[in-house]
């Protein structure tokens, strides 16, 4: 029917079918089963063409040249209506009707009357099975185009859920983490949506509970301290008025009571010495539980680290000497003077040489305390020795108080040294590998206008 009215408008115009086709734009015969179609005349010629090449010319003495309409391959034609009996001769030209399946290629004639005479409009129809196929491409295209907006559609939606359940997941891995004790955590809380808000919250959360936790750490050290100031003035009521009779005594008795042969009053003075030595280190050691739990009452004055140091040294230069073990003393350029106080630093210096020794087994080794300027204005200590080293376990517990690796200690020496270096404004570290000796590195804070320390040789 598209056909037969294509030809129709041809006839009652005076443009050709393939110029009508490109002016109307009849973009069913594109994707229909649509081939050809031609306007005959009377006489076999074509008149008019879907294809341009069929259609009339002139020839070179200018007379007009038609093409033949058995000279145009057809497929096998079939009426497409049945005429009126006047009307059913046709002309020579045209093959007799041919029966045409269904779906099959085929052409069909059409006769129509007009002003010029009679003209047959055929319309050739190719295979239903080419429809078939359009149809087929263009719904794998269409599927095609499905599956593209499925995939795309699926990416996006797997982003977006992505970009919410991240920092959920995230929150739940640091929520974990609190869990555990870690409140030094933190989540990023740079999204300006609801999640943020809730990362943000969450990053105050732990903020303030690790807050509280030092806080709690701090109330507990100071309830330790107080309990250790209460035990350290019972045990210097009880046990030092003893103590210093039982030392009186032992003087008296290797005085006035020291056996008259050599060798006897040999071995009584060595175990009076020895007893002597246990009253002594029993008395340092409620010296020390005074000093730790006691208040820090500093007397500042201006202090000559070198001076400091070598009075260290010599508390146990008898001890090295006797081991084999070197003692030294290094400094790098002019110190400064520093404002601290005497006694308290003393004590730093004793505790540290002490251990230092005590640390180094058998015979040989050294100890040294070397003293430089640090950034800015302070001075930084070094001491360091040849001796055993710390444990990696242990050597996060050096400072704490009642931790000592030795079988008779206190674990109050590096806890005063800790507390004194804190007093004075400085800080101290320690670095140590098992079997390779130890160094402890102090920082103090110089005076502004101190007077600068000599170098001596």
């Avoid at 110089?446 to 170098?455: L, P, Q, S």
């Amino acid at each position: 029917m598209t056909g037969v009215a294509l030809a129709i408008k041809s006839l009652r115009s005076d443009q050709y079918l393939d110029e009508i086709i490109k002016s109307g734009n009849q973009a069913l015969l594109n994707d229909s089963r649509v081939k050809n179609i031609l306007v005959v005349d009377e006489s076999g010629n074509v008149m008019d063409s879907v294809v341009p090449d069929y259609n009339p010319g002139e020839r070179e003495d200018k007379t007009p040249r038609y093409v033949q309409f058995k000279d145009v391959p057809l497929p096998p034609l079939h009426n497409a209506a049945q005429f009126p009996r006047e009307l059913e001769q046709l002309p020579a030209w045209m093959p007799s009707s041919a029966n045409v399946d269904f779906g099959e290629a085929g052409a069909f004639y059409f006769s129509v009357e007009t002003d010029k005479g009679r003209r047959f409009i055929i319309v050739e129809l190719g295979s239903a099975n080419t429809l078939t196929g359009q149809l087929e491409r263009q719904a794998s295209t269409t599927a095609l185009y499905t599956l593209l907006l499925l995939l795309v559609t699926t990416f996006i939606t797997g982003f977006f859920v992505w970009r919410f359940t991240r920092p959920i997941k995230e929150l739940s891995i640091a929520a974990r983490k609190v869990a555990g004790g870690d409140f030094d955590v933190q989540v990023a809380s740079s999204r300006g949506d609801e999640m943020g808000t809730l990362a943000s919250a969450f990053n105050e959360m732990t903020g303030k509970l690790g807050r509280a936790r030092e806080l709690e750490m701090q109330l507990h050290q100071a309830e330790k301290g107080a309990v250790v100031g209460r035990l350290a003035a019972a045990i210097a009521h009880e046990i030092r008025n003893p103590l210093n009779y039982i030392n009186l005594t032992l003087d008296h008795l290797r005085s006035s009571f020291s056996p008259a042969d050599e060798a006897k009053r040999e071995t009584y003075n060595k175990l009076t010495e020895q007893l002597k030595t246990e009253v002594a280190r029993i008395n340092r050691h409620i010296t020390d539980f005074l000093k730790y739990s006691r208040p820090s009452t500093l007397e500042l004055q201006k202090v000559d680290l070198r001076e400091e140091a070598e009075d260290a040294l010599r508390i146990v230069a008898a001890r090295a000497e006797e081991h084999g073990i070197k003692t030294l003393i290094e400094q790098d350029g002019s110190l400064p003077m520093i404002m601290a106080d005497r006694e308290a630093l003393r004590s730093v210096f004793t505790n540290l040489v002490i251990n230092a020794v005590e640390a180094i087994d058998g015979e040989g080794g050294s100890v040294s305390i070397k003293l430089s300027k640090a950034v800015g204005d302070a001075v930084k200590v070094e001491v360091t020795d040849s001796g055993c080293g710390i444990g990696e376990k242990d050597i996060s517990k050096v400072f704490e108080p009642y931790f000592s690796t030795k079988e008779t200690g206190t674990g109050l020496g590096l806890a005063i040294v800790k507390k004194a270096i804190d007093d004075h404004g400085g800080s101290i570290n320690v670095s140590s590998k098992e079997g390779n000796g130890t160094t402890f590195t102090i920082i103090l804070p110089a005076t502004e206008k101190g007077a600068t320390m000599k170098v001596e040789g």
